[in-house]
């Protein structure tokens, strides 16, 4: 069992920079893959960032070369560095935990890009 929390949301101005973090709770970080997803105002959740338990990226091709996904094992928790937001990243983020067939998800954090 894993419990995710994230934290880090808030409001930002167009091109402005946050960074939400998500802390696991429970045993093996280090062996789950680590994803970040948003979901805006009636549209489905949609994958933002991921990370291998190896370390390997992907990311979805709107926020190549602005948000930075990354993990800290030791710590259990798994970064996004978001920059150059944009109005059209206002979200609801969540961090999911995937192992195998078993995945968790967190509450989620509010972004909002407006000036």
């Known amino acids: 069992q894993v419990q995710l929390v994230e934290s880090g949301g808030g409001l930002v101005q167009p091109g402005g920079s946050l960074t939400l973090s998500c802390a696991a709770s429970?045993?093996?970080?280090?062996?789950?893959?680590m994803g970040w997803y948003r979901q805006a105002s009636g549209k489905q959740r949609a994958l933002v960032a991921r990370i291998t338990s190896g370390g390997s990226t992907t990311y979805a091709d709107s926020v190549k070369g602005r948000f930075t996904i990354s993990r800290d094992n030791v710590k259990s928790t798994v970064f996004l560095q978001m920059n150059s937001l944009k109005p059209e990243d206002t979200a609801v983020y969540y961090c999911?935990?995937?192992?195998?067939?078993?995945?968790?998800w967190g509450q989620g954090t509010q972004v909002t890009v407006s000036s």
């Open positions: 999911r935990a995937d192992r195998t067939i078993s995945s968790y």
């Open positions: 429970g045993s093996a970080f280090s062996m789950y893959a």
